[in-house]
């Protein structure tokens, strides 16, 4: 059993909240727009920590992390990209990539819009934790938390961290 914490569009901010609720989880996942490499090494120095890299990124974050990640979790075949588009309407640039792995788990970040939701064309379950930074046009700043064990993904929690703007 893993516990993970997924969050995507920090845009280098730093919120101690993070480390509070991610204490019990044994990995954090970032979809992307890290921002900086000082936020990259904070995340590693709390837990192992898998990212890619998003399109605000830097080289020094791109060098350190992939465009698009895939890796196996128990028994959960993970992909995660920052620019992926959705259910429906998956961006042209990792749909084949996507289609031919046909992971059980696909998470996207970018949009800033949190949304779970099950694609039944692929049996796959796709996840956008929406955005823990404050940049961007979001209200209200989110992350995910979830358990794998084995071939479930379960006990999902929508974690709000407080409005964007204050």
Same mark, same amino acid.
């Given at each position: 059993m893993i516990k993970v914490g997924l969050l995507s569009d920090t845009h280098a901010y730093w919120d101690d909240k993070y480390a509070e609720y991610f204490k019990d989880c044994d990995e954090i996942w970032h979809a992307g727009d890290i921002g900086s490499d000082l936020l990259a090494a904070k995340f590693e120095a709390l837990k192992p920590f898998k990212a890619v890299y998003g399109n605000i990124d830097g080289q020094a974050i791109r060098l350190q992390y992939p465009k698009v990640a895939h890796f196996k979790v128990e028994d959960v075949n993970v992909m995660m990209t920052h620019i992926g588009g959705y259910p429906g309407r998956y961006n042209p640039e990792i749909r084949k990539? *996507?289609? +031919?792995?046909?992971?059980? !788990? /696909? %998470?996207?970040? =970018?949009? =800033? %819009?949190? &949304?779970? #939701? /099950? +694609?039944?064309? *692929?049996?796959? !379950?796709?996840m956008n934790? @929406?955005?823990?930074? &404050?940049?961007?046009? =979001?209200?209200?700043?989110? *992350? !995910?938390? /979830? #358990? %794998? $064990?084995? &071939? +479930? %993904? &379960?006990? *999902? $929690? #929508?974690? $709000? !961290? @407080?409005?964007r703007a204050l």
């Amino acid at each position: 059993m893993i516990k993970v914490g997924l969050l995507s569009d920090t845009h280098a901010y730093w919120d101690d909240k993070y480390a509070e609720y991610f204490k019990d989880c044994d990995e954090i996942w970032h979809a992307g727009d890290i921002g900086s490499d000082l936020l990259a090494a904070k995340f590693e120095a709390l837990k192992p920590f898998k990212a890619v890299y998003g399109n605000i990124d830097g080289q020094a974050i791109r060098l350190q992390y992939p465009k698009v990640a895939h890796f196996k979790v128990e028994d959960v075949n993970v992909m995660m990209t920052h620019i992926g588009g959705y259910p429906g309407r998956y961006n042209p640039e990792i749909r084949k990539e *996507l289609y +031919d792995t046909r992971p059980n !788990l /696909f %998470i996207s970040g =970018h949009s =800033h %819009i949190l &949304k779970v #939701v /099950f +694609d039944r064309s *692929l049996k796959c !379950l796709y996840m956008n934790p @929406g955005a823990a930074g &404050k940049s961007g046009f =979001h209200q209200v700043r989110t *992350l !995910l938390r /979830f #358990v %794998i $064990e084995g &071939k +479930d %993904i &379960k006990d *999902l $929690e #929508v974690i $709000e !961290l @407080g409005n964007r703007a204050l």
